[in-house]
């Protein structure tokens, strides 16, 4: 797949956009798309190093963990959820710094040698350096669950990326895939209950 190769720049700027999308924007049921887009843009570049088999397995991992994540928040009601106009997070003009901030980080971080060793692609080092940057922006700043779990994923997401191309084993992305499934699970489940415990106190 050469032409693969030649394009590992589309994945990168998509990760980019995605990222600060997450980071920007207040989470919502809007936010599953947007994830499910990175975790296209994750495969596409792990695919460099990554067989056939592993590239599938990354995007029904990633299927699957968008549909858990959409069926939880989907308990939630709709006054749970910021209206139109509050669709930005608080702090934007933070953010937006930060994100530049973590973007020339990305930048600097994939042109040392810090990797060198490991013969990973640039691309592949810029997005997941970012990745791993906006997952902790988000989990840093807020304690909302919605925005804390999207974090969390991120962050495996973009770990995920430089150990696959580290030891591009089916072991290490089994490994992966549990995590994040694990993680979808648990919030789902803390959401199920967040909804129960509300409508019980509404009853009374």
Not at 13 to 21: C, D, R, Y
Not at 139 to 154: A, F, H, M, P, V
Not at 163 to 176: M, R
């Amino acid at each position: 797949m050469a032409w693969l190769d030649s394009t590992m720049f589309v994945p990168m700027i998509v990760l980019f956009f995605t990222g600060s999308s997450l980071a920007i924007f207040r989470p919502s049921r809007r936010s599953i798309p947007i994830l499910a887009v990175q975790y296209i843009a994750v495969s596409w570049l792990a695919s460099a190093n990554l067989p056939v088999v592993g590239v599938i397995a990354n995007l029904v991992t990633g299927f699957l963990v968008c549909v858990i994540f959409y069926l939880g928040i989907r308990q939630l009601s709709d006054d749970l959820f910021p209206g139109e106009e509050q669709l930005i997070s608080s702090r934007l003009p933070f953010r937006i710094v930060a994100l530049l901030l973590i973007t020339v980080a990305s930048v600097s971080v994939a042109r040392s040698n810090l990797f060198a060793h490991f013969d990973i692609r640039t691309e592949a080092n810029v997005g997941a350096t970012f990745l791993i940057a906006t997952s902790l922006l988000n989990l840093g700043l807020e304690t909302d669950q919605l925005r804390s779990g999207i974090g969390l994923l991120t962050l495996i997401a973009g770990g995920g990326l430089i150990y696959s191309n580290i030891e591009p084993s089916l072991a290490v992305i089994a490994l992966l895939a549990m995590v994040q499934l694990g993680i979808v699970l648990v919030f789902s489940y803390v959401i199920s209950i967040r909804t129960r415990f509300r409508l019980s106190g509404s009853s009374h």
